[in-house]
Structure formats: C-alpha cells, structure tokens
C-alpha cells in the first residue's frame, strides 16, 4: 500500500498483544504516533486527529485500549492493572515493526500514556496528555482518598468498584447513559455549578439522574449510534475494569513513587473540566513533573471531551507540538 492510500484511507487491523488481541486503525506515514482513549469511548474518539496527523506526515495509529471494541477482553478483573496496559502498548508498537513512538491520550488514555512513557522510556519517546494531568505514582491509597470524597454522596469513581453494579445501571439502556455521560461533561452542556454534581451520586441513587437531558453539540446521532453499538455489543465490565484496578496500580508503581516524565511533552485541557480543576495543583507543579513540557494549553469554555468538542483546536496544538520535537 503507498503512502499517499495510507494517508487517506485508515486500516483496521488486528495485531497480538499480552491482552490476546488488539484491534487499532492506523493512517498515514511517517514518525509513528500512538493515540489511547479514554472511558467510555473507543479508537472513533479520534476519528478526527487520524487524517489530520496522517496529512501532516505521521503514521498515526488509534487502538482500542484493552477491554474495548474488537480488543480483547480478559474475565480476570485484575488483568486491567496499568502495567498491563503499558505492555500492550509496547507490543502494538512492536507489531508495527516500530522501534518508538510518541504517546498520546485522553481521560484515562492520557494516564495510560503518561505511565507508559515512565515505564518504558525507551519506547515512548514523547507524551502528549489531553483532560487527565499527570501526577506522579504515590500519595494516599486511591479507595481511602475516593471514598472520603463527597460527604453524603459517592464520588464516580468509589461507584464504579463493585463489579456488576454501575453495569446493572448502564447496560439496560447503554445509548442513553452514554449520551448523558457525555453531556454531563460537555462544555455547553453540562450542569450549572449550582446543581448537583454529576461526578457524584447521592447514597443509594444512579449517576444517572444528574445527568442532563440536552445533547452536546459534538454527539451527532452518527457518533452516538458508533460508541452505542459498540458498548452494547461488548458491554461494559471491561472498560469499567480500569478503575477497578488502581489501588492494584498505586502497588506495582510504589517504586515510580513521585517520579517526573522527562520526555518532551504536551497538556490540553477544558477550561470547564473537572479534571482540569480539581487538578490544578497537578498543572502547577509541572515544572517538576513535566520537566520537558513543550506547550500547555487551557481552551475556555471547554468541557472533557477535548478533541471530539474543539477537533480543529485540538489538531493544531498537536501537530505544532509534534513538529517541535527532536527527530
């Protein structure tokens, strides 16, 4: 296949990882880019960073992280721990007969990418992190530190540890949890910061019922008839398994306690997002987490889902930073 079929035409392929299977969908050529999703979305969140990166002369290759899509999906709930993770990574870039790569994610993707380049420096030479900042391994195990959060109310994260019981609200109707999920954290959709609390749930209710009714500008009923199928094709015990596995996580990475990345590196993130707020002393201690920060970018009036609500934005900070790294 020439380049020129390859920058215009994504191909989906199969390749073997420790997960069993990855499934991923590569354009372009050129420097290889890895681009990791985030929960609950697929390889489509970045179906428009793929032409835009192939046109700008890499070889840019999306996957479904282990658990989603056509990737496998291990029973074992412990096989989602990150180190995990990081290894199928690693063999996706090897399978590309690929010595490197630079690292890209989203929402859980970018913490997958900035454990992958602290893991495994000699493969990930670059990490770009969208949403989710980085804060090195340590701290307060992650169940104790959730489960204090909120009060009276359950934090998303302490309500998705029970196997079987957020997949018990969801999947009776998959299309419609997911299409308020995301305008939970859409940026011209999401709740006023004097209503109740999507990220939370009160004591013996659904995340559900703070979900707003409105539909993101973003989520055309083609993409919501995308990420709805596949979610009620696979379900949704594997994607929820991640978080599943933190205080598994916060175990294995006890020796990368307080470790900066040291790669060249880039952050975006929603001016709206939880996550970029409640993280804000993650962002300002960057000078010493992120050493080899390139660019960092807060876009206003932007909610999570950074690339799928500002893809034009998005793009461009991207291929600016890319062209800006050492060969």
């Known amino acids: 296949m020439s380049a020129q079929a390859t920058t215009t035409q994504p191909t989906h392929r199969l390749v073997a990882t420790p997960a069993g299977r990855t499934h991923l969908v590569e354009q372009g ?11 609950p979305e697929s390889w489509y969140s970045w179906r428009h960073q793929l032409p835009a990166l192939a046109a700008a002369g890499y070889r840019v290759v999306a996957v479904d992280v282990r658990g989603y899509g056509r990737s496998s999906r291990p029973a074992d709930p412990a096989a989602y721990r990150m180190l995990d993770l990081v290894e199928d990574n690693v063999a996706v870039v090897h399978a590309l007969d690929a010595t490197s790569a630079v690292v890209v994610g989203h929402d859980w993707g970018a913490t997958i990418a900035a454990h992958s380049a602290l893991v495994r420096p000699e493969v990930f030479r670059a990490v770009g992190l969208l949403s989710v900042p980085y804060t090195p391994p340590g701290g307060p195990r992650p169940s104790q530190m959730f489960a204090q959060m909120g009060g009276d109310e359950e934090f998303y994260v302490s309500y998705f540890q029970e196997p079987g019981r957020a997949e018990a609200e969801i999947e009776p109707d998959v299309r419609g949890w997911l299409a308020g999920f995301y305008a939970a954290l859409s940026g011209d959709t999401m709740p006023a910061a004097d ?33 709805a199928g596949e979610f009620e094709r696979t379900g949704l015990t594997g994607a929820l398994n991640r978080y599943r596995n933190m205080d598994r996580d916060w175990e294995d990475l006890a020796t990368y306690g307080g470790a900066p990345l040291t790669q060249p590196s880039l952050f975006a993130g929603g001016g709206r997002d939880a996550s970029t707020t409640w993280l804000s002393d993650a962002i300002a201690a960057y000078p010493t987490t992120l050493p080899g920060l390139l660019s960092s970018r807060i876009l206003e009036d932007c909610g999570h889902w950074i690339q799928q609500e500002r893809p034009a934005e998005v793009n461009q900070l991207l291929i600016d930073w890319l062209a800006a790294l050492p060969e």
């Open 29 to 39: 050529s050129g420097p290889l880019v890895l681009l990791l999703h985030g929960f």
């Open 195 to 227: 209503a109740p609390d999507p990220h939370f749930a009160g004591r013996g209710r659904t995340l559900r019922e703070r979900f707003p009714a409105a539909r993101p500008a973003w989520l055309t009923e083609e993409v919501l008839d995308v990420y």
